[in-house]
């Protein structure tokens, strides 16, 4: 994670009584996970679940989103404007400017404390974003961008909006990119997501080695996992003791210019017995192989070094 990020939110929240901040949180986890907010209540009511929301998950909204994009720009090639819908607090601004320097964001983020905390957290940075204040429910669309991302949004919304909020993005964006938790409701909402984009021209470009129908059904599902160290405020916060974390997310990328290559993607941790490495693999056939590769073989050093999410070319 780019240093930058987490001394600004150390700045944001100097002064601010951590116990509040960990008692915001757990609310916070209590109605996400609950549900006890109404459809169409902001999650975030104020600053101070902002700033715990910030603290909190923005590292590793910022990783994950992070993953997506820099697989995403071995396709989709030069990013110079970035419209990410949901926003919140930057997580996608910050993570969009770590590998495209030069990148103008626009966030479009419907709660007032996020867009208030969000701009002070740019304030000074070199992360070039703006914010809008707007309801993706009354969306009507953007004008042409390179980049559209909505991360951990699309699970939020009800299904005639995602569908309307995804058919917009596709009419103004090149590139959209979605990343979304690593669980299998998520998987079904990408999937979904990933048929309507298909629909409207867009290659797949990732994760997905194919543009046919997804290998992996039942109680299997695709998803990725990255992990981030945890600074000691993270720790506090989430009264945690070990000194990083593992964030499981999935993604999608989907272009109108790919650049894809022939790979299979690696959908799982790779298991490495003695003398073999075991890679499931999702293969450009539109087929979930399992690859075992011997000692004896020529491609053993190379898989020796791959990771789950990588690709690999057999």
């Known amino acids: 994670m780019s240093s ?3 001394t600004a939110l150390l700045h944001a929240l100097r002064g601010v009584d951590h116990d509040v901040l960990r008692a915001r949180f757990a609310d916070l986890s209590t109605r996400y996970r609950e549900a006890t907010f109404a459809e169409g209540d902001p999650a975030l009511r104020d600053d101070l679940d902002c700033l715990a929301y910030a603290a909190v998950r923005m590292p590793a909204t910022y990783q ?4 997506a994009l820099r697989v995403a720009a071995h396709r989709v090639g030069r990013v110079s404007t970035h419209l990410d819908l949901g926003g919140g607090t930057g997580a996608a601004a910050w993570a969009a400017q770590s590998i495209w320097p030069t990148v103008r964001t626009e966030v ?6 996020a867009i208030h905390l969000g701009r002070r957290l740019v304030k000074g940075s070199v992360v070039q974003a703006v914010w809008t204040a707007g309801d993706l429910r009354q969306w009507t669309g953007s004008g042409p961008v390179d980049l559209i991302t909505a991360a951990y949004v699309l699970n939020e919304l009800a299904a005639d909006t995602r569908r309307t909020v995804l058919d917009l993005a596709a009419a103004a964006a090149t590139a959209v990119v979605l990343v979304e938790p690593g669980t299998p409701r998520s998987h079904g909402v990408l999937l979904e997501a990933r048929d309507r984009l298909i629909g409207h021209g867009f290659t797949i470009a990732a994760p997905c080695a194919h543009q046919l129908a997804c290998p ?3 109680p299997d599902w695709c998803h990725f996992a990255v992990r981030l160290p945890r600074t000691e405020l993270h720790r506090r916060l989430k009264e945690a003791t070990r000194n990083f974390e593992d964030e499981k997310f999935s993604y999608l990328v989907a272009t109108r210019a790919p650049r894809r290559d022939a790979v299979a993607r690696i959908l799982r941790r790779p298991a490495r017995p003695k003398g073999r490495v075991v890679l499931d693999l999702c293969t450009p056939d539109g087929a979930h192989q399992r690859s075992v590769i011997a000692k004896s ?8 070094k791959v990771a ?3 690709t690999w070319l057999e």
Do not use: C, H, I, N
């Open 308 to 310: 789950w999410g990588d």
């Open 4 to 6: 930058a990020l987490p």
């Open 216 to 218: 992996l059904s039942g």
């Open 64 to 67: 994950a989103t992070e993953s």
């Open 297 to 304: 073989a020529p491609g053993y050093r190379a898989a020796r």
């Open 108 to 113: 479009l983020e419907r709660v007032p404390a």
